[in-house]
């Protein structure tokens, strides 16, 4: 490679970088917006700083990049994946009412490893996040291996449940991070 050739692919580069952290500048001031529903100058400005220093933490030499012929299989397998937490959240929140309500209080508390295996920290975070959403479990920690140690009101209910829905969530993942 020439050096009017590396040049130019750096020219780009710049212009990549730059385009990643303007589009995640819009993209983070639009959120802003709307979880504020503030449109005063002051809280605008102040929304435009916030997602300006996010946009500079986020790291912009690994970005990933969607294959535009997938992003269907992408999107359906995201939208697939929000109703099966969108499921575990409304499973859980009838599970922990119930052991509320009951007068005897039906408590079996612990500590269950949930295995999800080394595929992708993101997905790993992703599939910690949807069981700490549901209520009753929360990830206190995740291994070297993967498995993330998860604190249950009810282990047996938990360990019932956790198998199949983890198997899910990782089909799942796997397709949304093409793991």
Excluded: C
Excluded at 7 to 23: C, D, E, P, T
Excluded at 28 to 36: A, G, H, R, S
Excluded at 131 to 137: A, K, Q, R, Y
């Amino acid at each position: 490679m020439d050096s009017r050739t590396r040049r130019v692919h750096r020219r780009n580069y710049g212009r990549w970088i730059m385009l990643l952290y303007l589009s995640s500048l819009l993209v983070l001031f639009v959120i802003y917006l709307m979880l504020t529903g503030n449109g005063s100058l002051s809280n605008l400005v102040l929304g435009l700083i916030v997602a300006a220093i996010i946009s500079l933490l986020m790291p912009k030499n690994t970005p990933m990049l969607v294959r535009i012929d997938r992003l269907p299989r992408y999107l359906w397998a995201g939208l697939q994946y929000a109703v099966v937490v969108i499921w575990d959240v409304i499973r859980g929140g009838i599970s922990t009412a119930r052991i509320v309500l009951d007068p005897k209080l039906p408590l079996k508390p612990g500590i269950v490893a949930i295995p999800y295996g080394k595929k992708s920290e993101l997905g790993s975070a992703f599939s910690a996040h949807a069981i700490t959403l549901s209520p009753g479990e929360l990830v206190i920690e995740i291994d070297s291996e993967g498995n993330m140690y998860t604190h249950a009101l009810n282990v047996d209910e938990t360990l019932a449940a956790a198998e199949a829905g983890q198997a899910k969530r990782t089909r799942l993942l796997d397709v949304m991070f093409d793991s």
